[in-house]
């Protein structure tokens, strides 16, 4: 959440800048800004709404500068406004760009009250900015300000600071939220996401956990948490996708929709050989880690829970291993049961979900035989602190709705049950069945996506609905409940997800005309348990929508829409059926005429907890 730009130049670096929060606008779009240092002063522009608004605005006045930060802001402090927009100024000398929360920002701002200083926004993020004007006095220059500053900070932060008096520096520190640095020739960068950076240079430095560095255009400096100067290794981005392209698609996010057979085949690639998961997919030394599991805690947030989810069913069923789900925000400020042997597994898109982050360094103390993380994000803080790493291959989603990422996952969390089975007594047929299922989940996601036409039309019928049920069991259920997260961030229709079973024990009492109910019916052993729920449903009066395997023998008639998913095993199902959940939330969407790539209230990369 918040993108976070800086640059350190001989050039003018706005539109740099600028572009930069162009890639970072999937982690907050309230308002944004930049400020850069001309001639001795600072120049600050800032806009409430998207960058889009800033850069119009910037065409019109164009800002001179070789240093300047910027940020694309996700309100957590104030509500989205310009006056409470980044850059904060302090006295006209110091602007500070913040992604985090400071916890202690009540007391702090009291005392820099007290010393005279006049706040004029009412984010947390300003007690930064003048807490370095004040240690400043002292401290003589701006990195010893900001090391000074830091200390009396509590809580989250990535943040850029830059003086208007010493203007071929920035200094940057990093406790919570990610920050990267970009190397250039003779010119140097920093960023929330190496993304940002992908036109100016690809050789990055991540900082660590209470790093703070300071950047000019010749040096990068970096002093670790007790002060003491430290090298980070600085690497070549392998990141190939460029970003900032929706090629032939109207959104982002029915790009990646459509990209989900070219990112499941990316990350299946040299991973699986001789009907095996092969442990090297988990990363180096994977099998010593794995072969002792008798237990797995998966930790998660949002779409990831329910890839979560999906997978309890699959490691209890076939890899006989037990195995919780828990929401990290409620893992993390719990006390938990320690099972013997047991892995944690993290899962997140950007790999910097600030509560799944705290949720596996709390696991860690706690004594887990290992972690392993499934993420997208090589070099995330999840992927580095993690004894094990399944690195997707999905490439950058920009939606914030997650498509690809989920399906991804899902692939990921398969090839665990089989790798975790194999010493838990799995059969080898099991397993080879299960890796001939996954080869085939690229053309089988293929044939799904054909669904696209049927569900257009069937779109039209949400249009005027407030509420909807979806419905699933077993390994279904998950994936109705990603069906109904998907429909509310998009379309803002209010819908959930039961697992069918549970329909008599309450949300029966919601079925009516206007309440539209979404089943997931593959053919599989609880097929006919299913049927029993949708006739209960269909007694009461209610519409469905019933997405069912063509030999599930389901036909449509005046209470209900049956539309055929292609047949397909029962391992790659939980995916195939959350296809046309997905395109069914887009299509309702653009009838509703919502922001789809950037849903209101909402951010990608939730870096605050
Ligand atoms: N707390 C700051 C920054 C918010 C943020 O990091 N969002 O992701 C603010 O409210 O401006």
Not at 7 to 32: K, N, P
Not at 191 to 212: I, N
Not at 346 to 372: H, N, P, V, W
Not at 423 to 433: F, I, L, T, V
Request: a negative charge; charged letters at 25%.
């Amino acid at each position: 959440m918040c993108g976070i730009v800086g640059a350190v130049a001989q050039r003018d670096v706005a539109e740099i800048l600028v572009e930069g929060l162009r890639r970072l606008e999937y982690r907050g779009y309230d308002s944004a800004g930049v400020a850069v240092i001309n001639q001795g002063e600072l120049s600050r522009t800032r806009r409430l709404g998207k960058v889009q608004e800033l850069s119009s605005a910037l065409d019109a006045a164009p800002l001179a500068g070789g240093t300047g930060i910027a940020h694309t802001r996700w309100a957590t402090h104030g509500e989205p406004s310009e006056r409470n927009a980044h850059p904060h100024l302090s006295e006209g000398d110091i602007a500070v760009v913040h992604n985090g929360i400071i916890e202690n920002h009540n007391k702090l701002r009291e005392m820099l009250k007290g010393l005279g200083y006049v706040f004029s926004s009412d984010t947390d993020t300003e007690v930064i900015c003048h807490l370095v004007h004040h240690e400043l006095k002292a401290a003589g220059n701006l990195l010893a300000a900001v090391q000074a500053t830091v200390k009396q900070l509590e809580g989250a932060y990535g943040t850029v600071v830059i003086d208007r008096r010493d203007s071929e520096r920035m200094v940057v520190a990093r406790s919570g939220s990610p920050l990267v640095i970009g190397f250039g020739l003779g010119e140097n960068f920093v960023a929330s996401d190496q993304l940002a950076l992908l036109p100016v240079t690809r050789s990055f430095a991540f900082l660590e956990e209470g790093d703070v560095a300071e950047v000019t255009r010749r040096e990068v400096n970096i002093f670790d948490v007790t002060g003491s100067p430290v090298k980070r290794e600085i690497k070549e981005s392998e990141v190939t996708h460029d970003a900032g392209d929706k090629g032939e698609y109207r959104h982002y996010m029915l790009k990646e929709i459509y990209e989900q057979p070219t990112a499941i085949t990316h990350t299946l690639e040299g991973r699986i050989a001789g009907g095996k998961v092969l442990d090297s997919a988990f990363g180096e030394n994977a099998a010593e880690f794995l072969k002792n599991i008798k237990h797995v805690q998966i930790i998660a947030c949002g779409t990831s829970y329910h890839a979560g989810m999906a997978a309890r069913y699959w490691l209890e069923d076939w890899a006989g291993v037990s195995c919780n789900v828990e929401i990290a925000s409620e893992f993390r400020y719990r006390k938990s049961h320690l099972f013997p042997n047991s892995l944690l597994v993290t899962i997140s898109q950007s790999g910097e979900t600030a509560d799944t982050l705290a949720a596996m360094r709390l696991a860690k103390e706690m004594g887990y035989k290992a972690t392993l993380t499934i993420c997208n994000s090589a070099g995330s803080s999840l992927v580095r602190e993690s004894d094990m790493a399944y690195m997707m291959k999905a490439g950058a989603e920009i939606g914030v709705a997650s498509t690809k990422a989920f399906t991804v996952q899902l692939v990921g969390l398969l090839m665990l049950t089989t790798a975790i089975g194999r010493y838990n007594g799995m059969s080898s047929e099991m397993e080879a069945a299960i890796t001939q299922s996954l080869l085939s989940i690229p053309a089988k996601v293929e044939q799904a996506l054909g669904l696209n036409e049927a569900i257009i039309e069937l779109a039209e019928d949400f249009a005027d609905k407030q509420h909807a049920l979806f419905l699933g069991r077993g390994d279904q259920y998950p994936i109705a409940m990603e069906g109904a997260l998907k429909l509310k961030e998009i379309s803002y229709i209010h819908a959930e997800a039961y697992a069918s079973g549970e329909l008599k024990h309450g949300p029966l009492a919601l079925i009516d005309a206007d309440m539209p109910v979404i089943v997931v019916a593959p053919n599989n052993e609880l097929l006919e348990k299913l049927k029993s729920n949708v006739e209960e449903v269909r007694a009461r009066g209610g519409l469905m929508y019933v997405f069912a395997d063509v030999d599930a023998e389901f036909e449509s008639d005046d209470t209900m829409k049956v539309i055929q998913v292609p047949h397909c095993d029962e391992f790659m199902a939980p995916l195939i059926y959350t296809i046309p959940l997905q395109l069914l939330s887009y299509h309702v969407a653009l009838i509703k005429g919502t922001d789809v790539d950037q849903p209101r209230n909402l951010a990608k990369s939730v870096t605050v907890e």
